[in-house]
Nanobody, 121 residues
Framework: QVQLVESGGGSVQAGGSLRLSCAAS????????MAWFRQAPGKEREGVAA???????SYADSVKGRFTIAKDNAKNILFLEMNSLKPEDTAMYYC???????????????WGQGTQVTVSS
């Protein structure tokens, strides 16, 4: 199995920055592919950034140039660096993992509990 624990959320003003962390543990093979998703109240969960098993990344158009996904393989931590935050970035952010390529589709097998990000104008 895989366990994912997110941290780093909080409240910030528009234009500010936050760095989210996702501590991963469990079967390494089952978490070869990882991603960040977010879900705002009343909206569907959307993919924000993803990283494949060899470090290639992909981003939602809405966050390109502002968010960066990165991984510390030695510490088994996935990061999401978020800059130039906007009120529309307000959402619960989730870390996800899978043994197969999923990209930004919300079909990952393993999910964390989420961390709240609130951006005020």
């Amino acid at each position: 199995q895989v366990q994912l624990v997110e941290s780093g959320g909080g409240s910030v003003q528009a234009g500010g920055s936050l760095r989210l962390s996702c501590a991963a543990s469990g079967d390494t093979y089952r978490r070869r592919f990882m991603a960040w998703f977010r879900q705002a109240p009343g909206k569907e969960r959307e993919g924000v950034a993803a990283m494949d098993s060899i470090g290639r990344t992909s981003y939602a158009d809405s966050v390109k140039g502002r968010f960066t996904i990165a991984k510390d393989n030695a510490k088994n931590i996935l990061f999401l660096e978020m800059n130039s935050l906007k009120p529309e970035d307000t959402a619960m952010y989730y870390c996800a993992a899978s043994s197969q390529f999923r990209g930004l589709r919300a079909t990952y097998e393993y999910w964390g509990q989420g961390t709240q990000v609130t951006v005020s104008s």
